[in-house]
């Protein structure tokens, strides 16, 4: 059987994409959509946004959603690390022993994120994206593809014992790139001058409001 699901990424180019998954006709109303997806490292989930719009994390495999709009998800590694460049721009590359919650079957460069989306759900799925900081290039931006092995992208219908129904969802995707905007290595001596410029201004306005501070203390003492 071929899956209706459809998977869309929009806009482009941006630091904060949106993956658009249009949910399929469920073989019975009581089943549950599971959907794995390995994002590569350029690309990146806020496990507190996912929390915001879902609820919190299971540990290991999602829970059934608890109603018919809500999401079952979880995260492999569970820790992410927002605010680090992409793992090539790393001086040093982090190992597994780093990382006790990995998978050892998720690539080390790789974000694993698996759902569970209750069949009777009609509604678009927007996951929110993030891009990570990219080593600076000549055109300003990178092009990323999304999903590059059918690995990548897995999914299925989880059903009740009862309904004797055991369905594996084949999915045909079109490649899906992202632009990522990038800085540009001519910029760096301006960016480092202006970040200096402004790290010294912040320095001398904390040290003027501290004397005129201290002056006014001083001057209540006196008067006293």
């Known amino acids: 059987m071929t899956s209706p699901l459809n998977i869309t ?3 482009s180019p941006t630091f904060h994409p949106h993956l658009l998954i249009t949910p399929p006709k469920p073989p019975h109303s009581s089943c549950d959509l599971q959907l794995s997806l390995l994002f590569p490292d350029e690309i990146f989930v806020d496990p507190s946004e996912l929390s915001d719009l879902w609820g919190y994390p299971s540990s290991s495999s999602p829970s059934p959603p608890q109603s018919t709009n809500s999401v079952g998800w979880s995260l492999n590694p569970q820790v992410v690390d ?22 050892p079957s998720i690539p080390l460069t790789m974000l694993g ?13 927007d996951i929110p994206l993030h891009a990570r900081y990219l ?11 999304l999903f590059t092995d059918p690995k990548h992208v897995s999914v299925e219908w989880i059903c009740p014992k009862e309904s004797n129904i055991l369905e594996h969802l084949e999915i045909h ?6 632009v990522l905007p990038t800085g540009r290595p001519q910029d760096r001596v301006a960016i480092t001058l202006i ?3 402004v790290i010294w201004l912040s320095w001398t306005w904390l040290v003027y409001k501290i004397i005129m501070t ?11």
Request: no cysteine; glycine share 2%; proline share 9%.
């Open 113 to 125: 994120l698996e759902l569970r989306i209750s069949g009777a759900r009609k509604q678009l799925l």
């Open 135 to 145: 080593e600076p290039s000549e055109e300003g931006k990178k092009v990323v593809q």
């Open 82 to 103: 927002i605010e680090r460049p992409t793992i090539f721009s790393l001086p040093i590359l982090p190992t597994h022993q780093n990382h006790v919650d990995i998978n």
């Open 195 to 197: 970040t200096t410029l």
């Open 173 to 178: 995707l079109d490649p899906i790139f992202v």
């Open 9 to 11: 990424l929009l806009p």
């Open 214 to 224: 201290r002056r006014r203390l001083v001057s209540k003492v006196k008067v006293n």
